[in-house]
């Protein structure tokens, strides 16, 4: 039996009882990276939180469809291909490439989709043409504008008023003409040496806002279960999400929204004034571990305040290698017949624990806390050597648990890519479920990326050809 899944909902300004709207599976939206820059820290404890999230959930037995955009054309993407002198796909590719290095650094599970905003400018299209309409939209000098006041839900999920602590917002940065402050750019009109697309409203190219409402709706329906972002998303950006896509469905957009606190560095806003700006590199450059950068930043509670330093970093790197060597050796223990009844109970016990307290909005430090505990014990059964078949059978499945969710486990000391060891997990579910057939087909497949997978006492082991 899985325990329900609550999950802080920052539209209802409450805990919730997680509920997906189709059976077992949960369509979600992340907000992805502007991919003019390398992503900095800050906003991977936004990615970690959305990758704890989806691995939560597959825990539980849910089935994920997760986008992630890429907005490659936007003010700062324009700019930046202009100083250049290079087009805006010359200029955005390589920090999309560099942006998966990233997450593949950090073990940060790919989402379903990752659509890029230029191939979906016909769906922004659509959508401005409805709510021209609709009169939500309004056109001024070849740009578009969304008029807030024609949207009575404005507010909601930020709980802003037009009349009260929004009056004077910087809602947009751009500087054109429009009727009110508040209301913000669907559609820019063309600009010399800009990139730009035709539409019948004028040529011109797409605000921000509008590309997650077009990309969003288009892969997975007007409505869906969950929108997670870093919380400086909330206003403007998702309560615009919300303005456009309700302004052309009438219908509910998202049931969840779920938003993760900002990073502090040295206890300040990251700023590249300040000296405090690190990207994922710049912290592997020093020679620190990918690992402990994921262990840091995930083992905080996504709603809670983390202040990075180099100390804490240093903190979980000696926490990631205490965990790994209790994994090496817990994996490698001689189990003993003539222990007394082992603690098969208590290890139940605390998996479910876990697993239930991830569940209550992911609460990683309680579940770490359990885990800890959990690990004393099995290190004080192993010191005096009662450790029993059964009972090392519930820990490796407690191991397994833990794993799937947290992704430190060094379990193979030799690199071995993502791909192979997602082959070698698929064939380790063939053989659990005596799918045989399937087992070699991927022990195949595994020798043709060039590695061995040998099935041993101790488990299997991968091995470079
Ligand atoms: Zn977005």
């Not at 008029?147 to 037009?162: A, C, D, E, H, M």
């Not at 519930?394 to 997602?422: H, M, N, S, T, Y």
């Amino acid at each position: 039996m899985t325990t329900p899944i609550e999950l802080f909902n920052t539209l209802s300004g409450k805990t919730e009882t997680f509920k997906p709207m189709k059976g077992s599976e949960i369509r979600m939206y992340t907000c992805g990276p502007t991919v003019y820059d390398f992503a900095h820290i800050g906003n991977f404890r936004a990615y970690v939180f959305e990758d704890l999230l989806r691995r939560v959930l597959k825990l539980n037995g849910f089935k994920v469809h997760q986008v992630m955009n890429l907005t490659d054309v936007d003010d700062k993407t324009i700019q930046g291909a202009r100083s250049k002198a290079i087009t805006l796909a010359q200029f955005t590719e390589p920090y999309i490439k560099a942006f998966f290095e990233d997450l593949d650094q950090l073990r940060i599970e790919r989402a379903e989709h990752y659509p890029r905003a230029t191939e979906f400018v016909e769906e922004m299209i659509r959508l401005i043409e409805t709510l021209l309409k609709s009169g939500h939209a309004y056109e001024r000098d070849g740009s578009v504008y969304y008029s807030i006041k024609k949207f009575p839900n404005y507010g909601k999920l930020s709980k802003k008023t037009v009349s009260g602590n929004m009056a004077g917002a910087r809602v947009d940065q751009d500087e054109y003409a429009k009727d009110e402050p508040c209301d913000f750019a669907l559609w820019k009109k063309a600009a010399p040496d800009e990139p730009s697309w035709p539409a019948s409203f004028g040529c011109g190219r797409p605000g921000w806002h509008i590309e997650c409402s077009a990309m969003s709706m288009k892969l997975l329906g007007a409505s869906f279960d969950i929108h997670t972002g870093g919380e400086d998303n909330i206003f403007p950006h998702h309560e615009n999400e919300i303005a456009q896509s309700e302004g052309v469905t009438g219908k509910p957009f998202v049931r969840y929204w779920l938003h993760c606190r900002y990073l502090l560095v040295n206890n300040e806003k990251m700023s590249k004034s300040k000296g405090n700006f690190f990207t994922v590199r710049d912290i592997l450059a020093k020679g620190h571990d990918p690992g402990a950068l994921r262990y840091l930043l995930i083992s905080h509670h996504y709603r809670q305040p983390l202040n990075f330093t180099l100390d804490s970093l240093r903190a979980a790197e000696k926490t990631v290698r205490r965990l790994n060597d209790f994994y090496v050796r817990f994996t490698e223990a001689e189990t003993s017949t003539a222990a007394p009844k082992s603690a098969v109970r208590e290890t139940e016990k605390a998996r479910e624990e876990f697993r239930s307290l991830l569940s209550n909005d992911l609460n990683m430090p309680e579940a770490l806390a359990v885990f800890f505990g959990w690990m004393n014990e099995a290190n004080i059964s192993m010191d005096r050597k009662i450790l029993t078949l059964d009972g090392k059978q519930a820990g490796l499945a407690f191991l397994e648990d833990f794993d799937r969710v947290l992704a430190v486990f060094e379990k193979d000391p030799a690199e071995v890519p993502a791909e192979v060891r997602q082959l070698v997990e698929a064939r380790e579910k063939a053989r659990a479920g005596r799918d045989f057939r399937r087992s070699d087909e991927l022990r195949d497949l595994i020798r043709q990326a060039g590695f061995l997978v040998e099935d041993t006492s101790k488990g299997v082991k991968v091995k470079k050809l």
